[in-house]
C-alpha cells in the first residue's frame, strides 16, 4: 500500500515562481483593490511615492478588517475561502500574496478588527535566508513604523496593505525607482478608473477610490448617458443554473463626441480602438476590446468601431471561462459560443448602418475590388479601402485581435490620407506607368500564391478551386497577374 509522505515545497523556489506569473504594476494594484471591495469596503486610499525617502504603496480600506487567525489565512498561500459570496472578486486565495510580491520583496498588512491592530510581513530576503515559510507578526513597536499605520488607526475597521522595496521598479528603471512609480501609477490610475468604473460611477452605494487624496472618477466606456448612444435591450443567458446578462451597445459617430465624451471614453484611442466584448465579473471588467474572433476579421475595421458589448457573469461560471488567476484573460464557453456569435453579427450590422449614413455609400459596392468610391454627408466623391474584399480579410486574418487592429488603422489612415489630387493630375499629364512594375509584380505573384495556399488548407478544395477564386479580385484579376501565379502554382 502506498505510503503517504508530506513534500513541501520549497519556500524561495516557490514565491519567486509565482512573481512571474504576468502581473504587471496595474493589474497587481487592481487585484488588492478587488480584496477590499470584497471585505465591504466604501472608501479606499491608495498612496503613491512622492519623493526618494518614503519610497512605498499603500493601500487603505474602510471594510471589514481581519483579527489575528483571520489575518493570518490571508497570508498563507493557498488561503481558504470557506466564507467567499457569489459576490467576492478572489478567487484562487492567491492575489494578495502574488500580486503584491510580483512588484516588491517586502509585503505589509496590518488590519484593524473590534479595536485591534495586528499586522504581518512577507520578507522575500528573511525567507531566502531562513529557507522557512516564515511570515513575520510585527510587535507594537514595528506596527507604529508601518508607513500611513496613522490613517488606518483613525478608521473604526479597515486594512492597509503596504508594498516596500522595488527591486522590479530598480531594475526596470536602472536605479530610479521613484520616476518608474510615478509613471507606473498613472498608467494604474487609468487602469482602476476603466476595471471599476462600475463602482465608482454607481448612482447608490458608490465606492470612493482615490490616489494621494485626489477622487478618481469611472470611465464610461458605453455613453450609457449620452442620449445618441442606441442601447439595446439586455438578454438573459442561463447556463449550468446561472445567469449571464448580454447587453449591446453602438456609440454615437466620432463626429457627434464632444470632449467630454472623449474623456468618460479615456481618451481618443480608447475609443478607436475599444469596441467589442466587456466581460464583467461580479461588475469588475476582467477583459475588454476584443471580439474573441467571433466573426470574420473585418469587425474591427472602421464600420465596426462603434459597437461594444456588456457581458455580466457570475464567479460562479469561473471554471466555465477559464478565468485566470490575475484576472486578465477569459475563453468564450462553448456553451454560449453561438449565442454570442448572434449578438455580434447584430451589433456589427447595426454599427455599419451608422457609418453608412455618414458616408452614403454607393449602391455598386464591389468587394472584388480593393478600393470603393462613394458620397459624403457634403455630397463629395470619397473613396476609401474596402475591407471585405478578400485580399485584405485573408491578410488581416493572420494577425490576432491586437495585430488586426494595428493593421486595420493603417490600412484606414492609408485609405483616408489618399492624395486624390495628385493621382488626379497625373492621370491627365499621363505620367502613370501603363503597368506595374516588376517588384510590385513579383511581390503581388508571392502573395497570391501564398493566399492559394491558405485558402486550400481553410476550404480543402483543390488548387485549381482556390485559384479560380482568387484570380476574380484585386490585386490578383489582372491577366498577366494571375498567369504568372498560376505558372508559378504548376511548377512548385
Known amino acids: 500500500m502506498a505510503r503517504s509522505i508530506e513534500n513541501t515545497p520549497a519556500p524561495e523556489v516557490l ?26 469596503a466604501k472608501n479606499i486610499y491608495i498612496y503613491s511615492p512622492i519623493n526618494d525617502e518614503s519610497l512605498f504603496v499603500a493601500i487603505l ?21 470557506d466564507n467567499s459570496s457569489i459576490t467576492d472578486l478572489g478567487r484562487f ?63 473604526t475597521h479597515g486594512t492597509l496593505v503596504v508594498w516596500q522595496n522595488f527591486d522590479i521598479a530598480y531594475k526596470k528603471s536602472n536605479g530610479h525607482i521613484l ?14 478608473r476603466l476595471v471599476f468604473h462600475r463602482f465608482l460611477n454607481k ?66 484611442e480608447s475609443f478607436r480602438s475599444g469596441q467589442g ?16 474572433k467571433l466573426s470574420s476579421s ?20 469561473d471554471e466555465m471561462w477559464e478565468i485566470d488567476i490575475k484576472k486578465q484573460n477569459a475563453v468564450v464557453p462553448k456553451a454560449i459560443l453561438n449565442n454570442l456569435k448572434r449578438v455580434v453579427s447584430q451589433v456589427c450590422n447595426k454599427s455599419q448602418s451608422k457609418i453608412a449614413k455618414r458616408t452614403r455609400l454607393t449602391l455598386e459596392k464591389d468587394d472584388s475590388k480593393i478600393w470603393n468610391k462613394g458620397r459624403s454627408k457634403n455630397n463629395k466623391d470619397v473613396y476609401f479601402v474596402n475591407f471585405d474584399n478578400p485580399f485584405i480579410k485573408n491578410f488581416v486574418d493572420e494577425f490576432d485581435d491586437v495585430g488586426q487592429k494595428k493593421v486595420l488603422r493603417l490600412i484606414e489612415i492609408i485609405s483616408r490620407t489618399l492624395p486624390f489630387d495628385d493621382i488626379y493630375n497625373t492621370i491627365c499629364n499621363k505620367q502613370q506607368e501603363d503597368e506595374l512594375d516588376n517588384d510590385i509584380q513579383s511581390d503581388i505573384v ?35 497577374i494571375y498567369q504568372k501565379i498560376w505558372e508559378k502554382i504548376k511548377n512548385e
Open 298 to 317: 473585418n469587425i474591427n475595421q472602421e464600420l465596426y468601431k462603434y459597437g461594444r458589448i456588456k457581458v455580466d457573469i457570475p464567479n460562479t461560471l
Open 179 to 192: 520616476e518608474c512609480l510615478m509613471e507606473e501609477m498613472d498608467e494604474a490610475i487609468r487602469h482602476l
Open 61 to 81: 480600506d474602510d471594510g471589514e478588517g481581519m483579527n489575528r487567525d483571520v489575518l493570518v489565512n490571508a497570508m498563507k498561500y493557498g488561503s481558504s475561502r
Open 446 to 480: 508571392d502573395e497570391g500564391i501564398a493566399q492559394v495556399k491558405r485558402l486550400v488548407k481553410i476550404t480543402q478544395k483543390s488548387v485549381e478551386d482556390c485559384f479560380e477564386s482568387l484570380k476574380k479580385y484585386e490585386p490578383f484579376n489582372d491577366e498577366k
Open 93 to 155: 486565495g492567491l492575489g494578495l500574496k502574488s500580486a503584491s510580491l510580483s512588484q516588491c520583496r517586502t509585503l505589509i498588512v496590518a488590519s484593524k478588527s473590534n479595536g485591534q491592530i495586528v499586522a504581518m510581513k512577507w520578507d522575500l530576503d528573511f525567507v531566502q535566508k531562513q529557507q522557512k515559510w516564515s511570515c513575520l507578526e510585527l510587535d507594537n513597536d514595528e506596527i507604529k513604523q508601518i508607513p500611513k499605520i496613522d490613517k488606518l488607526k483613525e478608521l
Open 15 to 40: 514565491m519567486n515562481s509565482m512573481r512571474a506569473i504576468g502581473y504587471n504594476f496595474k493589474t497587481a494594484l487592481a487585484d488588492i483593490v478587488d480584496n477590499s471591495i470584497s471585505a465591504s
Open 203 to 268: 448612482k447608490i452605494n458608490t465606492i470612493n477610490m482615490y490616489v494621494n487624496n485626489d477622487k478618481l472618477i469611472g470611465y464610461d466606456p458605453f455613453l450609457e448617458d449620452n442620449p445618441k448612444t442606441d442601447t439595446k435591450k439586455v438578454s438573459d443567458l442561463t447556463v449550468e443554473n446561472s445567469i449571464i446578462k448580454i447587453q449591446p451597445f453602438i456609440l454615437p459617430h466620432q463626429t457627434d463626441l464632444t470632449s467630454k465624451d472623449l474623456e468618460k471614453l479615456g481618451g481618443i
Open 277 to 292: 466584448f466587456y466581460i464583467y465579473r461580479n461588475e469588475r471588467l476582467i477583459i475588454y476590446g476584443t471580439w474573441f
